[in-house]
Structures are given as C-alpha cells and as structure tokens.
C-alpha cells in the first residue's frame, strides 16, 4: 500500500499531505465538505492561486452552510474537486453521502478515513479506554460522534464498491501517516497496514 506523510501532525500537516499526495488535481473549483476552520483554503492557495475555494460545513465559518446527510446545495457536477476528510464516519447514512460527494464531482473526490482496528485503537480497547471522544456513550446527546466503526480492509472494500456504482473509479490510494511514523511507519504501514494504519486516503476519478 503506497504511503503518504503529513509534514506536521496538526491539522495543517494533514491538509498539506493530502495535498502533496495528489498534487496534479487542485484546478478549477473545489468543495470541502465539512470544512471545519477552512485552513484546506490556505494550502490550496499555496498550490494553484487560481483554485476557486467553497467550504462547507454544518456551522459557521464555512462559506455555505449545510449538511450532507440532506443533501448537498449544489448542481450535478459542479465543481472540478469534492473534498471529504474525516466526514463520512459521521453520517447515519454512509451510502448517501458517498453518492452526494460524487453527484456533485466533475473530475475528481478525495475522501479520508480512519481505521478503528489500527493497533493504537485496539490496544485502548484492551486497557478499556475509549478509541476517542467520538466514540463511546456520554450522559448527554454530542453534538457530534462517529457513527461507524471499520477496519482498514472494510473501509477500502466500501470505496472501491460504490465508487463504481456511482460512475467513478479508484485511481490511488493509500494510508496517510504522521511525521513522527515517517521512517518505521512507511514499513510498517506497507506490509501490516490494518494494523498501522490510522488513516485511509483514497483519490477517485470519474469514468
């Protein structure tokens, strides 16, 4: 499995890797969805000026406000690229949401998602700690929490199936890794990546 690295481990860093793992497709318009802060703007404006940047998020300060769950606001294929790091294990309807991303993507999607059967994760198990503050059951409903949680093997067997029900295929992808796993990492994370790897990254491209 091909590794890709975050130069810092903030939020940042993770942007800038998914960047730098697909450097040729940030052209035209791109939609982040659940955007967060926005900061996928400021790299993406380091790499091409002329990309024409549109977050979107449930909350303010996303440039449009809404939830993919209900559907995007926007046309069939109306940007180049359709962003979705971290975003889809937080949807009730995972199948849905999938088909928006790509509904709305002319050429390309790039989506992340985190592997719960990474070791890190399955050692907190062990020791009954929570995976994160996503997880769990709180005395109060969250505001937010994962809905889904899936193995490295399972979250690359959902892609490759409804990328090609939706019109698209796989073109690469891999795992993403922070700086500090750079070098036993890459190995690592090339031959025992259920185990090692935190994050999955995947490019699709439309057919």
């Known amino acids: ?25 940030w052209q035209g318009k791109v939609l982040d969805v659940g955007c967060r802060s926005g900061n ?7 790499t091409n000026p002329n990309v024409r940047y549109v977050g979107l998020d449930l909350y303010p300060p996303a440039n449009v406000v809404g939830n993919l769950e209900a ?37 390309f999607v790039v989506i992340t998602l985190p592997n ?32 889904w949680i899936f193995s490295l093997k399972e979250a690359r067997t959902f892609v490759h199936f409804r990328a090609q029900h939706c019109g698209f295929k796989v073109t690469l992808e891999g795992c993403l890794i922070g700086p500090r796993r750079a070098l036993i990492g890459r190995l690592l994370a090339s031959h025992l990546p259920n185990l090692f790897v935190p994050q999955y990254l995947v490019l699709l491209e439309r057919l």
Request: proline residues 7%; hydrophobic residues 40%.
């Open 116 to 147: 719960a059967y990474e070791l890190k994760g399955r050692l907190k198990f062990l020791i009954g700690k929570k995976l994160s503050g996503k997880y769990g059951l709180p005395p109060e409903p969250p505001i937010d929490r994962h809905r």
């Open 71 to 107: 559907g995007l606001p926007f046309q069939d294929k109306a940007f180049d690229v359709v962003v979705a790091l971290d975003v889809l294990e937080h949807t009730n309807d995972i199948y849905k949401a999938f088909s928006e991303l790509c509904r709305c993507a002319q050429r």
């Open 40 to 46: 996928l703007a400021n790299i993406l404006a380091k």
């Open 1 to 25: 499995m091909k590794v890709f690295s975050c130069p810092t481990q903030d939020e940042i860093g993770k942007f800038a890797g998914v960047v730098k793992a697909f450097p040729w497709i």
